[in-house]
């Protein structure tokens, strides 16, 4: 967890690390933010251990959230899509909070389909925002994005966009500076 906003002692807000689980080795990215990178590092040498949460880690520590007063939460990685974590903490709130009332935000490089159950929980909240890092398209998204393919991260996005009126497509780019 990063950041929490309170209000009297009232969680509002979360941002939710699913950790470094992820499938890419972007150009923007390193070992502490990706499992892809940390392998890569680790057969050069350059770490001498390889990181990767293990499913099911950290599992207690979703339900001892007080999540009844939850208005927002935004699920960051790694790849929060490679995660069976943001359908746990949204089940959570689904059980304990008001989840009609929910703000939800997620990063996502876009190569994972949203799987059912977590596109569920998104229609039944209040809005849904969902962040694709797009620097580029085609052959250059693939090179920034290695080894993801634009064609695939391309239909996902357009999947996204028919999901229904509360799920919002948004593109977050990295803007390099030489």
Wanted: positive net charge.
């Amino acid at each position: 967890f990063r950041r929490v906003l309170f209000r009297s002692k009232e969680l509002l807000r979360l941002d939710f690390s699913v950790g470094s689980v992820c499938n890419a080795k972007c150009i923007t990215c390193n070992s502490g933010s990706s499992t892809t990178w940390a392998a890569e590092d680790h057969k050069f040498g350059k770490n001498k251990y390889k990181y990767s949460l293990k499913p099911g880690q950290d599992k207690d520590q979703i339900t001892s959230i007080d999540v009844s007063k939850l208005e927002q939460v935004y699920f960051t990685g790694g790849e929060p899509f490679m995660s069976s974590r943001p359908v746990e903490l949204l089940k959570h709130i689904q059980r304990t909070g008001d989840i009609s009332q929910l703000q939800v935000q997620s990063n996502t490089n876009g190569s994972i389909k949203p799987n059912d159950e977590l596109v569920d929980l998104w229609r039944q909240s209040k809005s849904v925002e969902i962040y694709f890092s797009i620097d580029a398209v085609g052959r250059a998204f693939n090179y920034i994005r290695n080894p993801l393919s634009w064609e695939e991260v391309e239909q996902n996005v357009n999947f996204v966009k028919s999901l229904g009126n509360n799920i919002h497509v948004k593109i977050a780019p990295v803007v390099f500076h030489f």
